[in-house]
């Protein structure tokens, strides 16, 4: 019995090594680490600042971009006046014109919008910038169509173009809590970019009213045309109230200012670059150089003391 103690005492004592040889390996020695630093911090320094430098002199060779931004709320549903304006529905005939942030956000975004802004005010040498060749009034292929094989040749932009460009300097945003949509162009230019926002804010109505005529024109057709073929006084006299209901949309549309929604805030020049931030991407660069170089010294440091 005595022997079995023994031998379970010596294995726990065996044990209590192991661990606490386990222990002093598992310790980390940072003073082995500072050791291994405190030599090269010379080192580090400049070659994060050397790595800020540079960085803030690439950035320098990348355009001023400017943002101008204007915010609109959607206008009164004018559907909602007239509780007789289902009849109409019922018979298949649209009634309603956008009146909701997400129909203006759907009416900024489209494809058809942007060509047309484009082409009217021919916006070409702002949103094509060194592209675009006025003299020639063609497009000249960047070096990433040439590589791809997208263009082989100076052509006369499209709508493609348009879309392109605007896709990417565009910007609408919606602010569900406050029930408006803010539209915002970038381009190099402070000028041009607040003129665009307000080239889509022109073309945004002109087309809200233009669907609106469109749509009381037709609704008002479909109205005479039904009181020509009702027999029935009361369902006349109905028709007869949607149809100067239909006339009063048409003359809003006609003459109403800021006809589909309202401007909060116009757009204006900008007085300040939006991007690039230079100082901030200098300073991003220089602490992650500075981090990279800490660590690529710390883990050389713990591998040459393995190796000792």
Same mark, same amino acid.
């Given at each position: 019995?005595?022997? $079995?103690?023994?031998?379970?005492?010596?294995?726990?004592?065996?044990?209590?090594?192991?661990?606490?040889?386990? %222990?002093?390996? $598992?310790?980390?020695?940072?003073?082995?680490?500072? *050791?291994?630093?405190?030599?090269?911090?010379?080192?580090?320094?400049?070659?994060? =600042?050397?790595?800020? %430098?540079?960085?803030? @002199?690439?950035?320098?060779?990348?355009?001023?971009?400017?943002? *101008?931004?204007?915010?609109?709320?959607? #206008?009164?549903?004018?559907?909602?006046?007239?509780?007789? =304006?289902?009849?109409?529905? *019922?018979?298949?005939? &649209?009634?309603?014109?956008?009146?909701?942030?997400?129909?203006?956000? #759907?009416?900024?975004?489209?494809?058809?919008?942007?060509?047309?802004?484009?082409?009217?005010?021919?916006?070409?040498?702002?949103?094509?910038?060194?592209?675009?060749?006025?003299?020639?009034?063609?497009?000249?292929?960047?070096?990433?169509?040439? @590589?791809?094989?997208?263009?082989?040749?100076?052509?006369?932009?499209?709508?493609?173009?348009?879309?392109?460009?605007?896709?990417?300097?565009?910007?609408?945003?919606?602010?569900?809590?406050?029930?408006?949509?803010?539209?915002?162009?970038?381009?190099? &230019?402070?000028?041009?970019?607040?003129? %665009?926002?307000?080239?889509? @804010?022109?073309?945004?109505? #002109?087309?809200?009213?233009?669907?609106?005529?469109?749509? /009381?024109?037709?609704?008002?057709?479909?109205?005479?045309?039904?009181?020509?073929?009702?027999?029935?006084?009361?369902?006349?006299?109905?028709?007869? &109230? =949607?149809?100067?209901?239909?006339?009063?949309?048409?003359?809003?549309?006609?003459?109403?200012?800021?006809?589909?929604?309202?401007?909060?805030?116009?757009?204006?020049?900008?007085?300040?670059?939006?991007?690039?931030?230079?100082?901030?991407?200098?300073?991003? /660069?220089?602490?992650?150089? =500075?981090?990279?170089?800490?660590?690529?010294?710390?883990?050389?440091?713990?591998?040459?003391?393995?190796?000792?």
């Amino acid at each position: 019995m005595e022997d $079995d103690k023994k031998k379970v005492q010596e294995k726990e004592s065996e044990m209590d090594d192991r661990s606490q040889m386990q %222990i002093e390996n $598992d310790v980390v020695d940072l003073g082995q680490y500072w *050791s291994a630093l405190r030599p090269n911090l010379w080192k580090i320094a400049l070659f994060s =600042l050397a790595g800020g %430098i540079t960085t803030l @002199l690439l950035m320098f060779l990348q355009p001023n971009i400017y943002q *101008s931004t204007s915010v609109i709320t959607p #206008s009164l549903d004018e559907k909602k006046q007239h509780p007789a =304006l289902g009849a109409l529905a *019922s018979f298949g005939v &649209s009634i309603g014109g956008p009146s909701s942030i997400e129909d203006l956000e #759907s009416l900024f975004r489209s494809n058809d919008l942007a060509v047309r802004v484009c082409r009217k005010y021919d916006l070409w040498p702002i949103v094509l910038a060194k592209k675009f060749d006025p003299a020639t009034g063609t497009v000249r292929p960047g070096w990433k169509d040439r @590589l791809f094989g997208y263009e082989k040749g100076p052509r006369v932009p499209g709508d493609w173009d348009a879309i392109r460009a605007m896709r990417n300097r565009l910007r609408v945003s919606v602010s569900k809590k406050s029930g408006t949509v803010s539209v915002s162009f970038e381009s190099p &230019s402070a000028e041009g970019s607040a003129n %665009i926002v307000k080239y889509f @804010l022109e073309e945004g109505k #002109s087309r809200l009213q233009e669907e609106e005529l469109d749509r /009381a024109i037709r609704n008002k057709k479909f109205i005479e045309d039904q009181i020509g073929k009702t027999v029935d006084a009361l369902n006349r006299d109905r028709l007869y &109230s =949607l149809l100067g209901h239909e006339v009063e949309r048409e003359m809003m549309a006609r003459n109403r200012e800021q006809f589909g929604f309202k401007i909060i805030d116009s757009p204006r020049v900008s007085d300040r670059v939006y991007k690039p931030r230079r100082g901030l991407a200098a300073a991003l /660069a220089f602490f992650l150089t =500075l981090f990279a170089g800490f660590v690529f010294l710390v883990v050389r440091g713990a591998v040459g003391g393995k190796k000792g």
